[in-house]
Each structure stands twice: as C-alpha cells, then as structure tokens.
T-cell receptor, first 114, second 115 residues
Framework: GAGVSQSPSNKVTEKGKDVELRCDPI?????LYWYRQSLGQGLEFLIY????????KSGLPSDRFSAERTGGSVSTLTIQRTQQEDSAVYLC????????????FGPGTRLTVT | AQKITQTQPGMFVQEKEAVTLDCTYD???????LFWYKQPSSGEMIFLIY??????QNATEGRYSLNFQKARKSANLVISASQLGDSAMYFC????????????FGKGTRLHILP
C-alpha cells in the first residue's frame, strides 16, 4: 500500500523566499506530524494535527512557520522569509489515533537555504 | 527539562554481541507509550518496537526487546546478536496521555557495528 509521501524531495531556495512543503499521509490516518531534523541531530517536533481538533503548534520555532491540513488529509508546511538556519530535513509522519500508535514516516524534504 | 534522554551519543559494538541502548523519560502521566525507531544512513525512519505504560511484560520484536523499568522511568532497547546492518541512529520516543498523540523524540544514539 502507499506510504507517506512528501514533496519536493529536495528544495534549494534563496534566503528571504517563502517555501511550501507538502505531505500526503497514509489514507485513513487521522494523526499527522511535522518534524525537523538538522544534520546529525534528533527530531524536533514542529506541529501535530489530530482529526478536526485544533493543531498543536507548540513546536513551531517562530511565526514564520505555519501549517495547515486540508480536508483532514494533505498537509502543507509553509516557511516564510526563509533563513539559513531553516536548512534541515523536514519529516512528516502519520498514524492512527486509536492505536497502534507507531508513526509511519515519509522520506522527508531536504531544504537548503542559500 | 528534557522529556526523553538518551545519554549515549555514539556506541561501537562488535558484530554478534548484544547491545543495550539507554533511554530514560520524564512524565507525570500514568498512561503513556514508548517507542524506538531506527534511522539508517538512507534517512528513512523505521519503527522497531512499542511499549505501553500498562503493559506488564517487556515488548519483544524479533531481535529487539525493550527493557521497561517503570519505577526508574527507563526504556532501554536491547538488540541481540547484532548485525552489520544494525549500524544506524536509534531514537527513543514517548507519547503522553490517552488523548494527546504528540510524540517527542530523544536526541538519538549512533550505533556502529564492527565486523
């Protein structure tokens, strides 16, 4: 079956530009997560969507970061006025809400801000 | 305070030996879940094993087992008979509460299996 997909796989952008990263979760998974992973580092939680509930935005590092999830499925993470420190791999994951709770991860989007 | 602590940034282990990767967690919830993920150099995140806080027995999945010590808030991953393909980053993670599925990850341990 189809897993979590993310696009683009790689994105190079100039400092100050806006970028949009897309995540298609596994069909039927109502929980969706965004994480950021800098080179050689762990996963930094960014935002979490569960069904129709208000998203948990507690991990977003600044107001330049925002995310939405349309129709309870596809999610878009937007970074405005990108900075060099935004360079990282952005990982999306989805899971079932009522268990089992393991997350299924997408391949990630590697963002490079020049 | 960190929710998930992995104190070993890197480990070197001889092939075929058993490996224990440490993980301690911090929560005041009675209901929570603990996970281990593997991330090879390819970058994909691979789910390995899950332990619920109310599970009385340690979780096992093939060569992986989770040494769950609730009173010590410890959830170490044990890999038996290590293989070269086990070389990767390993992340411990926790989900708190019954309603909140937010999952927080530790900083990881890089495991190197030596031939």
């Amino acid at each position: 079956g189809a897993g979590v997909s993310q696009s683009p796989s790689n994105k190079v952008t100039e400092k100050g530009k806006d970028v949009e990263l897309r995540c298609d979760p596994i069909s039927g998974h109502t929980a969706l997560y965004w994480y950021r992973q800098s080179l050689g580092q762990g996963l930094e939680f960014l935002i979490y969507f569960q069904g129709n509930s208000a998203p948990d935005k507690s991990g977003l590092p600044s107001d330049r970061f925002s995310a939405e999830r349309t129709g309870g499925s596809v999610s878009t993470l937007t970074i405005q006025r990108t900075q060099q420190e935004d360079s990282a791999v952005y990982l999306c994951a989805s899971s079932l809400v009522n268990g089992p709770w393991e997350q299924y991860f997408g391949p990630g989007t590697r963002l490079t801000v020049t | 305070a960190q929710k998930i602590t992995q104190t070993q940034p890197g480990m070197f282990v001889q092939e075929k030996e058993a490996v224990t990767l440490d993980c301690t967690y911090d929560t005041s919830d009675q209901s929570y879940g603990l996970f281990w993920y593997k991330q090879p150099s390819s970058g994909e995140m691979i789910f390995l094993i899950y332990q619920g806080s109310y599970d009385e027995q340690n979780a096992t999945e093939g060569r992986y087992s989770l040494n769950f010590q609730k009173a010590r808030k410890s959830a170490n991953l044990v890999i038996s008979a290590s293989q070269l393909g086990d070389s990767a980053m390993y992340f411990c993670a926790m989900r708190e509460g019954l309603e909140d599925d937010k999952i927080i990850f530790g900083k990881g341990t890089r495991l190197h299996i030596l031939p």
